[in-house]
T-cell receptor
Framework: GAVVSQHPSWVICKSGTSVKIECRSL??????MFWYRQFPKQSLMLMAT?????????EQGVEKDKFLINHASLTLSTLTVTSAHPEDSSFYIC?????????????FGSGTRLTVV | SQKIEQNSEALNIQEGKTATLTCNYT??????LQWYRQDPGRGPVFLLL?????KEKRKERLKVTFDTTLKQSLFHITASQPADSATYLC???????????FGAGTRLFVKA
């Protein structure tokens, strides 16, 4: 089945630094990937839709200059949290769907736990 | 605005019993509905999709119903096992059907 690999699984960084999270579709091509963040005991909140070869589409309230998304190939999307602050500490998860436009289930990465100190 | 509601209280049941989780939605007319399982510190795993014209769908010990009149889906796990303990998320298409909107999930604990 479809596999999405997300790396790193956890990261601790200092305030003011930037962190890059990678999301790869291992056995399928994904023209579109999605980035979510999840706070403890809360729902997954969609941050942005990553489109291969074009600009990402950000959800309302998500700062595009802070959360940089790059989708340079059909199998890789990256999320960079720039100038991280403690309030950015969260669980970040990416997802993709093997067949674009189909209503089938999404495949999620294993998530990245970001802690900003 | 579109809203998905799942019981925020954890569900505790005894092994072997049937677990029933509820997903209610408002201001939606979804063409389909999905259920996912999420373990602590992990990404969600897709379980089942049910379309608006399907009343019920089964997969092994899982059963999902979809009542578009009540705007509700029920998720059943029969003969539950401790390994079924997890958070179960209901999800609906949003943003023109291209995006997926998730409920907050219901935590299930199955006691041996």
């Amino acid at each position: 089945g479809a596999v999405v690999s997300q790396h790193p699984s956890w990261v601790i960084c200092k305030s003011g630094t930037s962190v890059k999270i990678e999301c790869r579709s291992l056995d399928f091509q994904a023209t579109t990937m999605f980035w979510y963040r999840q706070f403890p005991k809360q729902s997954l909140m969609l941050m942005a839709t990553s489109n291969e070869g074009s600009k990402a589409t950000y959800e309302q309230g998500v700062e595009k200059d802070k959360f940089l998304i790059n989708h340079a190939s059909l199998t890789l999307s990256t999320l960079t949290v720039t100038s991280a602050h403690p309030e950015d500490s969260s669980f970040y998860i990416c997802s993709a769907r093997e067949v674009a436009g189909s209503p089938g289930g999404y495949t999620f990465g294993s998530g990245t736990r970001l802690t900003v100190v | 605005s579109q809203k998905i509601e799942q019981n925020s209280e954890a569900l505790n049941i005894q092994e072997g019993k049937t677990a029933t989780l509820t997903c209610n939605y408002t201001n939606y007319s979804p063409a389909y509905l999905q259920w996912y399982r999420q373990d602590p510190g992990r990404g969600p795993v897709f379980l089942l999709l049910i379309r608006e014209n399907e009343k019920e769908k089964r997969k092994e010990r899982l059963k999902v119903t979809f009542d578009t009149t009540l705007k509700q889906s029920l998720f059943h796990i029969t003969a539950s096992q401790p390994a079924d303990s997890a958070t179960y998320l209901c999800a609906l298409p949003g943003g023109g059907g291209f995006k997926t909107i998730f409920g907050a999930g219901t935590r299930l604990f199955v006691k041996a």
